[in-house]
C-alpha cells in the first residue's frame, strides 16, 4: 500500500530533518548530510555534533541552512565519509535551527518584513576580539589566537581546536627550519595547497593562525589583515 508522507524521507525513518540535525548534534557526528528537494541540491557538513558549514546553489554558510529548513519536504542522506575544511557557520546548531523555525513562522504569518529585526541575543561563539575582527573579512573562514603551547584564547570549538594545532604545528616546523638553516624562529608563514590555505603570525606570547578559503589571493586578504590589526590596537 502507498502513503502519501509530507515532510523530509531520508535513511531515519520518521524523523524530520530537523530531528536528524538534532539527533547528529547529541551524537557528535562528524560527516555530512545531503539534501534534495525538487531540483535543489544541499550539503550540511558536521565536526563533533557542530554544523560548521553548509551549501545550497549559490548560498552557502547561515542563509544555506535557513533556506534548507524552509522546505516543505524532500529527501536526505546521510555520507559519514564527507568531510569540508571550510568553516562558514559560526553559531551553535540549536540556535541555528531556532532561528531557521522563527524565520519560517514569521513567513508563514506573513511577518517577513521584521526578518531583518533578528533575535534580541545573538549567542555567538566566543572569541578573541581580533580573531572575531578578521572572520569579518570574505575570503577567512576561521581565525584562533592561540598561546605558544597551542592552546586557542577564548575559543572552545572544534574549529579553534583543528585550526591551533594546524598552526602550532606549522610554527614548530618554521622554527626548526630557521634553525637548521641559521635564520631564527618564525615570524608568518603561508601556506597553500589545492584545497587549503593557511596563514600564521607570531608576537611575543601568541601565534594567529588563520584558515583562508583556497581559491582567493593571498596577497589581498594579507592587506586586509594587516588593516584589521590597526584597527584593533
Known sequence: MSHNVSGFK??????????VIQ?????????AISVEYGESQ???????????????GDEIGEQAIYEIIKWPGGTFNIHPEKTSNVC???????????????????????????????????????????????????????????????????????EAVAL???????AKTGNSVGELMGLG?????AVHTSNYNLLLYDSKQHYLSIAVKPDCNLDGVEAEIKAAFVATK
Open 164 to 170: 591551533a594545532a594546524k598552526g602550532v604545528f606549522l
Open 185 to 189: 624562529e618564525i615570524r608568518a608563514a
Open 88 to 158: 562558514t557557520i559560526h553559531y551553535r546548531t540549536d540556535f541555528l535551527l531556532l532561528e531557521a523555525l522563527r524565520r519560517l513562522d514569521e513567513e508563514n504569518a506573513g511577518g517577513a518584513a521584521n526578518k531583518s529585526a533578528g533575535p534580541s541575543v545573538t549567542p555567538r561563539r566566543t572569541m578573541s576580539k581580533i580573531a572575531a575582527r578578521l572572520q569579518e573579512i570574505n575570503n577567512i573562514t576561521y581565525a584562533v589566537l592561540l598561546d605558544k603551547q597551542g592552546s586557542p584564547v577564548q575559543d572552545s570549538s572544534i
Open 10 to 19: 531520508g535513511a531515519v525513518a520518521g524523523l524530520s530533518l530537523t530531528d
Open 42 to 56: 544541499g550539503t550540511i557538513y558536521f565536526v563533533d555534533g557542530e554544523i560548521i558549514h553548509a551549501e545550497l
Open 23 to 31: 539527533l547528529k548534534g547529541h551524537n557528535k557526528y562528524t560527516g
